[in-house]
C-alpha cells in the first residue's frame, strides 16, 4: 500500500540550528515526492520537489531535500532556522500516472527565538 | 495568494445536517482535489476530479459526494453529518491530471459540527 511516514511529530528548535525532518514512503514504481509547509492561519503551498535528475533538490526560503532510493527516504534539511520557519511541514508521495498524492501526517515545527 | 478560492471559511452546523462546501480551481487549471484535515487523520486524499471527470476517490465516505462543473468549479458535499465529520476541508487545483504535478491549494473551509 501506498503510504509516507513523517518521524517526529513535533520538533522544537531553537534559531540557528539545524534542521532535519525525517521523511519515509512505501509506493511501487517511478515517485515523484514533495515537501508542503503550511504556516500557521494559511494554506499549504510547495516548499520543493523531486520528479527525477539530482536527487540533491534545492527549494524555497534555504530548504533542500535528498532523495535515497535505497532508503526510500525524502528528508527535508536546512542548515539554519528561523523562527518564521514555525510551521508544519508535510512530506507527500505520487507516481506519474497518479490521480492522488498522498501525504504524511506531517510534522509540526516550533523555532524558539 | 495561490489563485484557488474556497468557500465558506468556516461552517457551523448540526448533526444529520447536509451541507455544500465550494472551490474555484485557479484560472487555466482542469484539476480539483478535495482533502480532509483532522488532528487524528492528518491530511487525507477525498477524491479528484478533471475537467468534469471524476479521477480518483481516497478515503471519501458514501456520505460524501463531488462534483465539478463546465465552469471547472467543483462542489464537496457532505450530508447526514456526524460530530467527526468537524474538519478544515480543502481543495487543491493543478494544470493537468499527472502525478508530478504541483497542487495548489485554496485556504480551506473549517467545518464545525455541533
Known amino acids: 500500500a501506498q503510504s509516507v511516514s513523517q518521524h517526529n511529530h513535533h520538533v522544537i528548535l531553537s534559531e540557528a540550528a539545524s534542521l532535519e525532518l525525517g521523511c519515509n514512503y512505501s509506493?511501487?514504481?517511478?515517485?515523484?515526492l514533495f515537501w508542503y509547509v503550511q504556516y500557521p492561519g494559511q494554506h499549504l503551498q510547495l516548499l520543493l520537489k523531486?520528479?527525477?535528475?539530482?536527487?540533491l533538490v534545492k527549494g524555497i526560503k534555504g530548504f533542500e531535500a535528498e532523495f535515497i532510493k535505497s532508503k526510500f527516504s525524502f528528508n527535508l534539511r536546512k542548515p539554519s532556522v528561523q523562527w518564521s520557519d514555525t510551521a508544519e511541514y508535510f512530506c507527500a508521495v505520487s507516481g506519474n500516472r497518479d490521480d492522488k498524492i498522498i501525504f504524511g501526517k506531517g510534522t509540526r515545527l516550533h523555532i524558539l527565538p | 495568494d495561490s489563485g484557488v478560492t474556497q468557500t465558506p471559511k468556516h461552517l457551523i452546523t448540526a448533526t444529520g445536517q447536509r451541507v455544500t462546501l465550494r472551490c474555484s480551481p485557479r484560472?487555466?487549471?482542469?484539476?480539483v482535489y478535495w482533502y480532509q484535515q483532522s488532528l487524528d487523520q492528518g491530511l487525507q486524499f477525498l477524491i479528484h476530479y478533471y475537467n468534469g471527470e471524476e479521477r480518483a476517490k481516497g478515503n471519501i465516505l458514501e456520505r460524501f459526494s463531488a462534483q465539478q462543473f463546465p465552469d471547472l468549479h467543483s462542489e464537496l458535499n457532505l450530508s447526514s453529518l456526524e460530530l467527526g465529520d468537524s474538519a478544515l476541508y480543502f481543495c487543491?487545483?493543478?494544470?493537468?491530471?499527472?502525478?508530478?504535478?504541483?497542487?495548489?491549494f485554496g485556504p480551506g473551509t473549517r467545518l464545525t459540527v455541533l
Open positions: 509506493y511501487g514504481g517511478t515517485v515523484n
Open positions: 484560472s487555466g487549471d482542469l484539476s
Open positions: 523531486y520528479f527525477s535528475g539530482d536527487p
Open positions: 487543491a487545483s493543478s494544470v493537468v491530471s499527472a502525478g508530478y504535478n504541483e497542487q495548489f
